[in-house]
């Protein structure tokens, strides 16, 4: 089945600076790679998806990257603010109808 | 309802009780899915349910773990014989029906049931 590996467990940044998270997936047939926020005390939130027909995909401050030959993709939240403190998680599914195999999660600190 | 509702929100048990946990998924959604995060772990994956398909078991950890769904509505998950290591956040998740490669694949989560095992 599908294993999602996810680095790095925690990241620490500055207000202003970028902020990146990379995943890795085993199974090449995955299509849809999701990235879900959780702000504690809450269930985890999509802020962006991307399927394997692109390979970039951008909404205001964060984009994601898909590089289905490595089987690696990656969240990039630049001009990082508090409000992005959370603990991020990617995810991967390879098929309509199947459930999304979500990486570890990692931490995301933001200092002003 | 507006979002997927959870409940009880915690729940502390005595080891070898049975605990049953529940989730209202948005009304329209088809899909229903049940995660176990632990301490530092990820999404655990345990169940999923798709209309009026055989439920997806293969990420229940044990026995003890059943779920089920009525009505293709409500959901129920149930731990018997609790164990200290079941200690976890429990999340549901509801979606659209995803047949279609341009079906909405996005997850809404519950803000989960936590579950500690004295």
């Known amino acids: 089945g599908e294993n999602v590996e996810q680095h790095p467990s925690t990241l620490s940044v500055q207000e202003g600076d970028s902020a990146v998270i990379k995943c890795t997936y085993s199974?090449?047939?995955?299509?849809?790679f999701p990235w879900y926020k959780q702000e504690l005390g809450k269930g985890p939130q999509l802020i962006i998806d991307i399927r394997s027909n692109v390979g970039e995909k951008k909404d205001q401050r964060i984009a994601v990257t898909l590089n289905k030959t490595a089987k690696h993709f990656s969240l990039h939240i630049t001009e990082t603010q508090p409000e992005d403190s959370a603990v991020y998680f990617c995810?991967?599914?390879?098929?309509?109808?199947?459930?999304?195999?979500f990486g570890k999660g990692t931490t995301l600190s933001v200092s002003s | 309802g507006a979002g997927v509702s959870q409940s009880p929100s915690n729940k502390v048990t005595e080891k070898g009780k049975d605990v049953e946990l529940r989730c209202d998924p948005i009304?329209?959604?088809?899909?229903l899915y049940w995660y176990r995060q632990s301490l530092g772990q990820g999404l655990e994956f345990l169940i999923y349910f798709q209309g009026n398909s055989a439920p997806d078991k293969s990420g229940l950890p044990s026995d003890r773990f059943s779920a089920e769904r009525t009505g293709g509505s409500v959901s129920t998950l149930t731990i018997q014989r609790t164990q200290q290591e079941d200690s976890a956040v429990y999340l549901c998740?509801?979606?659209?029906?995803?047949?279609?490669?341009?079906?909405?694949?996005?997850?809404?989560f519950g803000s989960g049931t936590r579950l500690t095992v004295v």
């Open positions: 009304s329209g959604h088809t899909a």
């Open positions: 199974d090449s047939a995955s299509n849809y």
């Open positions: 998740a509801s979606s659209l029906d995803k047949d279609s490669y341009r079906a909405n694949y996005g997850y809404t």
């Open positions: 995810a991967a599914s390879y098929q309509a109808g199947t459930a999304l195999i």
